[in-house]
């Protein structure tokens, strides 16, 4: 039986990570369940999977929790909240499904009370991509990767040697806006850019699909989990999003990994790697689908893919202060306080006026993401 702790459980990944653990009783248990605001969703979660703690954003929402779950179950809150339910001593695998680089702190501590990690929350790699891998190879523990493509990548690296990669290639939906032009972009609605073709997600990463800041951020996800040099990394537009990545070798063969678009098919294997068991996701049938289509992506017309490029050769700062001004920026856009193209201004604006600095450490992070933060807040 393994042990499962879900940071962000209320959110996509995390309730499709417990139909997962619900399909397979018999082989996992959830021992912690963390979440931010939805304590209805939790409350019922808690009594379906009787976890031993629980841990919500605030001591308000802890104490309308306590009043709704027996008392075995341990209710906690805040940042403290979030890393004593990635630290729980029961838990084997900790789902880092928690939205933005808030998740990073219990992550570092999940990786330093030796826990295996499935991470699903990208933007902790991108704010501190050595920091977490250093951190993981010191204390020995696997990162497993839940984002589809880096999914793909790892079961198409799998037995294989990485000095004989020729290349990563990371396949792009195009998000919701892949037909339009850039001057169609000016008046683009928040409802129409939550509308993704292929997956529902939460909504900050669907608008980061549509600007491609999505895949920005999985090309700096990927050179860390993979050490690959970002030259060694390419992105093209998979229009059906049924290959999920795949690995050119120095002999010409390219390994793929298929499926359809279904996060529960990578969640699950994160779980039982390297086993591979049934999941509840429906089988692929390619002669229904018939066809599958490519184009090469337009820097252009996705200058935000561009410059995680810039941002990931740089390295140092550059990938904190790309991540956080997008974050505050995409919050800006779902506020309604700014527009669709604002959020590639605002992240390119705090790019161009940083000064690039030494990552060290934590705290090195924390001084840079809230520079990033307050400077994308107010322009
Ligand atoms: N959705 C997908 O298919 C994919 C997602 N990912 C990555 O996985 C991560 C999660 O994405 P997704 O599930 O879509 O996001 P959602 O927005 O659906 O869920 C986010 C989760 O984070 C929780 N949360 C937000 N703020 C806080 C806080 N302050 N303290 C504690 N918990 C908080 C939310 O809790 P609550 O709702 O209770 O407030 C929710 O459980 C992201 O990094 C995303 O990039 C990667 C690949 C695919
Ligand atoms: C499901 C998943 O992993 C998302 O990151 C997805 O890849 C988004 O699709 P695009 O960014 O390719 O639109
Ligand atoms: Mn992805």
Redesign the pocket.
């Known amino acids: 039986m393994k042990k499962i702790a879900i940071?962000?459980?209320?959110?996509?990944?995390?309730t499709?990570t417990l139909e997962i653990i619900a399909f397979h009783p018999d082989r996992f248990q959830v021992v912690a369940l963390?979440?931010?605001?939805?304590?209805e969703?939790?409350i019922s979660q808690a009594k379906q999977f009787s976890p031993k703690l629980v841990?919500?954003?605030t001591k308000q929402l802890a104490d309308q929790v306590k009043l709704h779950l027996p008392s075995h179950i341990t209710v906690v809150y805040g940042e403290e909240g979030?890393i004593e339910a990635a630290v729980h001593p029961a838990a084997d695998i900790v789902v880092t499904?928690?939205?933005?680089s808030?998740?990073l702190p219990a992550t570092l501590a999940a990786i330093e009370a030796g826990k295996t990690i499935a991470l699903?929350?990208?933007?902790t790699l991108v704010t501190a991509g050595q920091l977490v891998m250093e951190k993981a190879a010191r204390y020995n523990v696997p990162i497993i990767p839940?984002?589809?493509e880096h999914s793909a990548l790892f079961q198409s690296l799998n037995g294989e040697q990485l000095k004989t990669v020729y290349k990563l290639v990371l396949t792009a939906s195009g998000g919701s806006f892949r037909d339009r032009t850039r001057s169609e972009l000016a008046n683009v609605t928040i409802e129409d850019a939550l509308r993704h073709p292929n997956?529902?997600?939460?909504?900050?990463?669907t608008i980061?699909s549509a600007t491609m800041v999505?895949k920005g951020?999985e090309v700096i996800e990927a050179h860390w989990l993979f050490g690959m040099p970002y030259e060694q990394i390419d992105v093209v537009i998979h229009p059906e999003s049924i290959i999920h990545s795949m690995v050119e070798y120095d002999d010409s063969s390219i390994i793929a990994q298929l499926g359809n678009p279904d996060?529960r098919v990578p969640i699950q294997y994160a779980l039982t790697y390297p086993e591979r068991i049934e999941s509840p996701a429906k089988r692929l049938n390619l002669t229904a689908i018939q066809q599958l289509t490519f184009r090469e992506m337009d820097y252009t017309r996705f200058p935000c893919l561009q410059l995680a490029f810039e941002c990931g050769k740089l390295g140092q700062s550059a990938p904190t202060v790309y991540n956080a001004a997008n974050e505050i920026a995409v919050a800006r856009f779902l506020n309604r306080e700014v527009s669709f193209l604002d959020i590639e201004r605002i992240i390119e604006t705090v790019i161009n006026d940083h000064n690039l600095m030494a990552i060290t450490d934590a705290e090195s992070i924390l001084e840079v993401d809230t520079w990033a933060r307050k400077y994308a807040a107010i322009i």
Do not use: P, Y
């Open positions: 940071l962000g459980s209320t959110g996509s990944i995390g499709q963390s979440a931010g605001q939805n304590i969703l939790l841990s919500v954003a979030l499904a928690i939205v933005g808030r998740g699903a929350n990208k933007e839940v984002d589809s997956w529902s997600m939460g909504a900050k990463i980061d999505n951020l996060m």
